[in-house]
């Protein structure tokens, strides 16, 4: 795809909101009014309008890209005073396989198709183009959004840096790296379901929601990837759709013999195809993506508690380590200094992660009951309009 | 052979011989002209059609019948196979149009009241030997059967060996036979084996469904319908063993056809068309041909990719309720429940949309596609008429060469006798050239007809079937508002 401007419609504005209780307080309003795709890359225009003292300008805007939001992110989580928080899950690489691979194979097939077919499928595919560029916009935003709308977050000075700085991240980026070197995103990455459920929990609460983010983690992640499958399903059947109205086209003009009903039902299954390609995307962006945030989110809580447990292991070797020092006699007031450190280290982790992880519940639920009614609203609405234009057809047929 | 003994025919059927007998009384029409023409050559006759059809390939099926071993049965009317014979009686044609026109009559009359169903398929025997038994009924007001409500149970090689009697009669003067279904070796081993499973069901209901089009089409046809052959296999409760159907499937037939058809090209006959309507007729059919199996191929794709959205539906239905099961949160634990169930009937719906494709949508066009190569074998079984003139033609004149330069020759003594077997053979010839060129008028007149009654056909039958798929939709999209609509009270619940 090569560059164009893409203003985001009203429509996309009503499609967002996988979260919900975002961009509520102006102090910090911040939101991607646009972006512009140049080859591989995505350029986001990131504009925030802010009251708060902290920032040089009220409004201003900034390009990022994708990379730069991975910086963000990952600083964060390098943070050892955020270790009790959910850090909200790092938005996905655009992702623009699927549409190149789909744009590819329809070059391979165009000798077999009409002009009209081709131009058709063409058009279905710049729409899938646009579907996965507006999901990786939303997507993009809302992770931001949850950074503004959080007490601790918003008050990050590499967000702000984030948000401000006019000139090009990259370099920043690097030096970061060099520092950090991904070592706890690395540490996290590995064996931590293990550590998670081989700690015992004295704690009732944290035990519950250690059981239940395991469990629902893993039936969420199948529930997304049956939902893509789903989703997936749905769009070739109204590709098909496609296929079928460019042959009735055909026949239709070739025939001599009075099939003009022929020509109808051409142009019912292209508007048939129009409503079915919205079903299609309606369910992916209401139900899919909406599986897919969750499962992501729900990482990033099993990632707190993994910090907690190993703030407990570490406060278990303290423990051990204090002893061990007070057998010897040896160094044992810098052991003792150790083992409160570790405590308070864990207490501190305890208290913020049971707020989090309640808060985190309340915003699930919620978001959950958003995206459900809506996408009920807009089944209701397509098959509405279907059912129109099935009986319109109906009726058009029998009086003939 | 004894074949003008046939009312006293062979002890294994003896129905079909006193069917016969009454046929001919309760109408004036074919039957009985056949009587009279038949004529002995008619032994030589099915010779040569056994001949040619054991030329092609054919799929082997068990004979398993204690029938009788006649290849074809001893019932069938041969005088209308009339450029096979040569014929004693001119005019065969025409007292068949005759009886056409009458039939048309009464068929305006009746508005062709004459409903077919085959039902009820019942595995009979075991093993390998097994077989499929179907119920035909036939429900009409049609005097040339003798109740208006009547079923038999027939097999697939019946179907075959109807088909296949009826294609060797009519399709060489020019009328378009509707092809029988296909034989499939795969399924029907499946079924016979006993595998009680959803693609052998599927197939045996495919099959009844195809059955019962083929009849019906068989029967709309004016002509087809009178034919006693016909209406045995739809009335009388025993039928002789189709016993060469292995040859002479639907398939076997076809490729008959398109071997004539090849052959045909091979001649390099260039045929002076002479009628624009048949060229320009010809053209369009080939286009109608390519379109139609495009048009087969997008909704067979369809009818896969809706089976992949059922069973992804479900599966996802699955995975939302072990979600709902997992959520602790009771009301948001409850809707997603709710949401699984609703998945759930949306699959089905999804599988019963499937099966509207398939047996209106595809099948409609699969059988277009088939009845094309019939029509496409009907015009080149005229260029085979044609060209049969032609040659005789050519005979003519090459006799008649010979015996102008018999006259020039001086041998007085053998000169007499072979004069007078030169104008012998002048004779016979002109008499062929005569045949064959009312034979061709005729099949051009036959075909015309023939097409313009399948045009209007096609007209009628594509309509009924595309409104009835339509409606099929508008069944599924309100469904699935009124799934939605329960739903969406669930979700608001959340709280």
């Known amino acids: 795809m090569s560059s164009s401007f893409l203003p985001l419609s009203e429509e996309m504005f009503q499609a967002r909101s996988v979260s919900v209780d975002l961009n509520n307080d102006a102090s910090l309003l911040i939101d991607i009014p646009d972006a512009l795709c140049e080859r591989d890359k995505v350029k986001f225009t990131v504009h925030t309008k802010t009251t708060l003292g902290t920032f040089q300008k009220p409004e201003f805007s900034v390009s990022r890209q994708h990379e730069d939001f991975i910086w963000l992110h990952d600083t964060l989580v390098e943070t050892e005073e955020y270790a009790g928080l959910i850090i909200p899950p790092a938005p996905p690489k655009p992702d623009f396989e699927s549409p190149r691979e789909k744009m590819h194979k329809l070059g391979e097939g165009e000798a077999s198709m009409t002009k009209e077919e081709y131009a058709k499928m063409k058009q279905e595919l710049e729409a899938e183009y646009l579907a996965v560029f507006k999901k990786t916009v939303q997507v993009h935003e809302i992770f931001l959004q949850r950074l503004s709308s959080h007490p601790v977050f918003s008050k990050d000075r590499n967000f702000q840096i984030f948000l401000e700085y006019d000139q090009d991240l990259s370099v920043r980026r690097k030096n970061a790296k060099e520092m950090f070197g991904g070592f706890f995103k690395n540490m996290v990455k590995t064996a931590d379901e293990v550590l998670i459920s081989g700690t015992k929990e004295v704690d009732e609460f944290f035990d519950q929601e250690k059981t239940f983010l395991l469990d629902y983690f893993s039936k969420i992640k199948d529930a997304t990837s049956k939902a893509e499958k789903m989703t997936r399903s749905h769009k070739n059947v109204a590709d098909d759709y496609i296929h079928v109205s460019a042959t009735l086209n055909s026949l239709s003009a070739e025939d001599s013999t009075p099939l003009k009903h022929l020509e109808k039902l051409a142009d019912l299954f292209e508007k048939l195809r129009k409503v079915e390609g919205r079903v299609a995307s309606d369910q992916e962006l209401k139900l899919t993506e909406l599986l897919r945030y969750y499962m992501r989110d729900i990482q990033a809580a099993k990632d707190l508690l993994y910090r907690r447990a190993r703030a407990l292991a570490d406060y278990e070797n303290a423990n051990k380590a204090l002893d061990k020092a007070r057998l010897k006699s040896k160094d044992v007031a810098q052991a003792q200094q150790h083992q409160q450190q570790c405590l308070q280290k864990f207490d501190t982790l305890s208290e913020s992660g049971k707020k989090e992880l309640t808060s985190f519940k309340g915003r699930r639920v919620l978001a959950f009951r958003k995206n459900l009614i809506e996408m009920a609203e807009l089944e209701i609405k397509h098959a509405k309009s279907n059912m129109a234009l099935l009986q319109g057809c109906v009726e058009l047929l029998k009086s003939n | 052979m004894a074949h003008k003994a046939k009312n006293h025919s062979s002890p294994s059927s003896p129905e079909p011989a006193s069917l016969q007998v009454e046929d001919v009384s309760a109408n004036s029409n074919g039957p009985k002209t056949a009587e009279i023409l038949i004529d002995d050559d008619q032994d030589d006759l099915f010779a040569e059609a056994t001949e040619e059809v054991s030329l092609d390939s054919p799929e082997r099926e068990p004979i398993l019948s204690d029938g009788p071993s006649p290849a074809i049965t001893p019932v069938t009317p041969t005088a209308l196979i009339s450029n096979r014979i040569e014929p004693k009686v001119i005019g065969v044609p025409s007292m068949f149009e005759r009886s056409l026109d009458e039939v048309e009559e009464e068929a305006g009359g009746d508005l062709f009241d004459i409903n077919i169903s085959v039902s009820d398929p019942e595995k009979v025997g075991d093993g390998m030997n ?139 006959i260039k045929m002076n068309e002479s009628d624009a309507w048949f060229e320009e007729k010809q053209q369009q059919f080939e286009n109608l041909d390519q379109q139609l199996r495009k048009l087969h191929a997008s909704v067979e794709a369809l009818v896969c990719h809706r089976k992949e959205l059922s069973v992804n539906t479900a599966s996802f239905a699955r995975s939302a309720a072990m979600l709902g099961n997992s959520e602790d949160h009771t009301a948001l634990s409850r809707a997603l429940s709710q949401l699984a169930e609703v998945e759930e009937k949306i699959d089905q719906l999804h599988q019963e949309q499937a099966y509207a494709d398939f047996y209106l949508f595809s099948e409609l066009l699969g059988d277009y596609v088939r009845l094309i190569t019939a029509v496409k074998g009907v015009f080149d079984q005229r260029m085979k008429t044609w060209s049969k003139w032609q040659d005789a033609q050519v005979m003519l004149q090459k006799k008649r060469e010979a015996e102008a330069k018999l006259h020039l020759a001086n041998k007085p003594d053998k000169l007499q006798q072979a004069k007078d077997e030169i104008k012998e053979e002048i004779e016979e010839w002109e008499g062929k050239v005569q045949q064959g060129e009312r034979d061709f008028e005729q099949i051009s007149k036959t075909i015309r007809k023939e097409v313009g009654r399948f045009e209007k056909e096609r007209v009628k039958d594509f309509k009924v079937v595309i409104i009835k798929y339509l409606e099929s939709l508008v069944h599924t999209q309100q469904q699935l508002i009124k799934y939605w609509e329960a739903f969406l009270p669930e979700a608001k619940a959340i709280a």
């Open chain 2, 130 to 268: 097994a077989y499929m038994a179907y119920k035909v009924t036939t429900k009409t007001s049609l005097t040339i059967f003798n109740q208006s409500e009547f079923s038999v149970k027939r097999r697939f090689s019946d179907f075959l060996g109807l088909h296949s009697k009826l294609a060797s009669k009519y399709m060489h003067i020019g009328y378009i036979v509707p092809p029988a279904p296909e034989k499939s070796i795969v399924g029907m081993t499946k079924v016979k084996v006993g595998k009680e499973d959803l693609s052998s069901t599927e197939f045996v209901e495919k099959r009844r469904s195809a059955l019962e089009r083929y009849l019906m089409r068989t029967v709309k046809h004016p002509t087809l319908i009178q034919d006693p052959d016909v209406i045995q296999f739809l009335e009388s409760s025993e039928l002789p063993r189709a016993v060469s159907t292995q040859a002479l499937s639907g398939a076997g037939i076809l490729r008959m056809v398109n071997k004539a058809a090849d052959a045909v090209n091979k001649m390099t």
